[in-house]
């Protein structure tokens, strides 16, 4: 629970955040640059990139690979997320803590060996590995 001299410190950040947010935006407003009329053309209102006019459209085609890439990127990230937090309260965990984590690492190595094994990881236009079964090979022969 915050003592009167916490709550009066945090008021004191609000306003300075508050203060320095106006001062930003209105010297922003003030100095800004505004150009209107017919001299500006078309481009000055579009979206640009580091001053570049955009050609073409925005909407793109991605393979779907790229959005397993990304997908797999993020579990594995959440987790390594999950693992720098343990290890704040490593030493109040014991033994027990260890080898949780430990687990959770071998879980996650298999993780990823079966999903660079099965082809997930691979990029480009070859299709993905996948294991024949034992009546695939039967009907095969």
Not at 45 to 65: C, D, H, K, N, Y
Not at 86 to 99: L, S
């Amino acid at each position: 629970m915050m003592d009167s001299s916490g709550i009066l410190s945090l008021a004191v950040y609000a306003i300075a955040i508050a203060v320095l947010i106006a001062c930003m935006m209105g010297l922003s407003a003030i100095t800004g640059t505004r150009r209107t009329g017919a001299a500006t053309g078309r481009s000055m209102f579009m979206p640009f990139e580091s001053g570049i006019i955009p050609t073409g459209s925005a909407r793109l085609r991605l393979p779907v690979q790229y959005y397993l890439v990304a997908m797999f990127f993020v579990i594995f990230d959440v987790e390594t997320a999950f693992l720098f937090s343990w290890t704040t309260v490593v030493t109040d965990t014991g033994r027990v803590g260890y080898g949780a984590a430990l687990l959770f690492i071998a879980f996650l190595a298999l993780s990823l060996a079966w999903l660079w094994r099965s082809g997930a990881l691979d990029w480009g236009s070859h299709p993905r590995k996948i294991p024949a079964t034992n009546n695939q090979r039967t009907h095969d022969a």
